[in-house]
C-alpha cells in the first residue's frame, strides 16, 4: 500500500487533539484551534504516472470525507498532461473536527460544565481547561464537587471531620475518593490563609483545608514490668492516639522501633527498654513525644533501599537513633533469604552513617544483585538476641 494520507490517518490527526486535551480547552480559554490544517502526503510525480487508477481512488475517497476541506493544486505531467491532485487538507471549524471525531455529545457535555463553573466558581475554570477530559469523566459528579467547594469556601479551616459536611449527595467517601481533583479545585478558590501549603499528597488531604483528621496511633510494648502503665507485670500491648502518647511521663533508658509487626510481638524483654510498631514515614507525629529526646533509639528495618530511608527520616526528627541489624555482615549473613525490592529508592540519604552510607550505595547501585532486599523477618531470632546482649 502506498504511505498516502487515508482519511481515517486525518482523522487520527484530529483525534490527537482531542486526547490532548486541547479541543476541550479552547472551549474555556478561548484560544482558536481551528481552521487547522492537517498533515497530508500524498503520491509523488512518478507514483502519479505508475498508479494513476490508484491516484484517481484515493482523490475520490478524499473528497468523499465529510468535514474535510481538500484543497487541490493542478499538475502538468509530460505524459498526463494536465491533473488536479489534493495539496492540503483542512478542519475549518470547531464543529467540524467534534463531528469527525464522533464527540459533539461530549463537547456539549463539557460546555455545560464550563458554564455550571462559570456561574458558581468561576475560580475552578483554570482546572478545566488543564484537565478537561478528567472533567468529562466526572461530568456526573461535577456539581457535588462545586458545592463542597463552595461549603469550604463558606467554613474555612472548620476543625470538622469530612463526615460532617453536610451535603446532599455528599459523604466522607465521596470526598476521600475524589480529594486529588477537590484538593486542586480548593487551591484556586480558597484564599492562602485558608491552605497549609506544607501540607501536601493525597494523605494531607485534611490537614491541608484544615478538617479534622483521623487521630495518628502509636502502638508500643512495655519491655520490662517496671515501665507497664497498667497494674500488673504482664505483657502489655498499648495503643495510643499520638497526642496521648507525645504526653506520657515514660523514662525508658532504651526505644526500639521496628516495621514488622511478628517482631513487634516477639521482641524479647530488655530492662528499661519499650519497642514501637513502626510507622513508615510518619514520624513527624512520633517525634513530638518529647520525652522520646533522652532515649537512646534504634531502628530496625529492612535492609533494602527504602529500609534506609526511613531511617534517614527517622533520624532528621531524632538525631540520635540507631540501626540494629542493617549492617553488611548481617545482609551477608542471610544470601539464602535475598529478595527483590519492587521500587527501589535512587536519592541521596544525607542522615546516614559512613557505613550505612556505603551499604545504601551499594544497594541502590545493583552492586549485590539487582534491587536487592532483605527483610528484617527472615533474619535469624539468634542475631537480634546476640544483637541486644552485646550492646
Same mark, same amino acid.
Given at each position: =500500500? ?69 484543497? =487541490? ?148 510494648? =512495655? ?102 541489624? =542493617? ?65
Amino acid at each position: =500500500m502506498p504511505a498516502w494520507s487515508t482519511p481515517s490517518d486525518l482523522r487520527t490527526q484530529v483525534q490527537k487533539l482531542w486526547d490532548r486535551g486541547l479541543i476541550l480547552s479552547s472551549l474555556v480559554t478561548g484560544d482558536a484551534v481551528f481552521p487547522r490544517r492537517l498533515i497530508l502526503k500524498g503520491p509523488t510525480s512518478t507514483e502519479l504516472a505508475e498508479r494513476f487508477d490508484e491516484v484517481r481512488a484515493w482523490i475520490a475517497e478524499l473528497r468523499r470525507q465529510r468535514h474535510i476541506r481538500i484543497e =487541490m493544486r493542478e499538475v502538468r505531467h509530460r505524459i498526463l498532461g494536465s491533473n488536479c491532485v489534493p495539496e492540503e487538507a483542512w478542519v475549518d471549524t470547531l464543529d467540524d473536527a467534534l463531528a469527525l471525531i464522533g464527540k459533539v455529545r461530549d463537547a456539549a457535555r463539557f460546555k455545560q460544565l464550563v458554564a455550571a463553573t462559570s456561574e458558581s466558581q468561576p475560580a475552578c475554570l483554570p482546572w478545566l481547561a488543564k484537565y478537561p477530559l478528567n472533567a468529562l469523566e466526572l461530568a456526573e459528579v461535577w456539581p457535588r464537587l462545586l458545592d463542597v467547594v463552595g461549603w469550604v469556601q463558606i467554613h474555612p479551616r472548620s476543625g470538622v471531620y469530612l463526615r460532617q459536611i453536610d451535603l446532599p449527595g455528599v459523604h466522607s467517601k465521596f470526598i476521600e475518593t475524589h480529594r486529588a481533583a477537590l484538593a486542586d479545585l480548593l487551591d484556586l478558590s480558597l484564599p492562602a490563609e485558608a491552605v497549609d501549603r506544607e501540607a501536601t499528597g493525597a494523605g494531607q488531604f485534611c490537614r491541608r483545608f484544615g478538617f479534622q483528621d483521623k487521630p495518628v496511633r502509636v502502638r508500643f510494648r =512495655m519491655l520490662d514490668p517496671l515501665l507497664n502503665l497498667l497494674p500488673g507485670d504482664g505483657d502489655q500491648d498499648l495503643t495510643l492516639n499520638h497526642d496521648s502518647f507525645s504526653g506520657l511521663e515514660l523514662h525508658p533508658e532504651r526505644v526500639f522501633i521496628t516495621e514488622n509487626e511478628i517482631n513487634f510481638l516477639a521482641f524479647p524483654r530488655l530492662p528499661g527498654s519499650l519497642v514501637i510498631f513502626g510507622a513508615g514515614y510518619g514520624f513527624d507525629r512520633l517525634a513530638q513525644a518529647h520525652w522520646l529526646q533522652r532515649c537512646r533509639i534504634h531502628y530496625w528495618g529492612d535492609i533494602d533501599t527504602h529500609g534506609f530511608a526511613i531511617l534517614d527520616q527517622l533520624r532528621g526528627y531524632l538525631p540520635q537513633v540507631e540501626s540494629l541489624l =542493617m549492617d553488611r555482615e548481617t545482609l551477608l549473613a542471610h544470601r539464602d533469604h535475598w529478595a527483590i525490592e519492587p521500587k527501589p529508592e535512587r536519592r541521596d540519604l544525607p542522615h546516614l552513617t559512613p557505613d550505612e552510607g556505603a551499604l545504601y550505595d551499594d544497594l541502590r547501585d545493583n552492586r549485590f544483585g539487582v534491587a536487592l532486599r532483605l527483610e528484617q523477618e527472615r533474619i535469624g531470632f539468634g542475631w537480634l538476641e546476640r544483637a541486644l546482649a552485646t550492646d
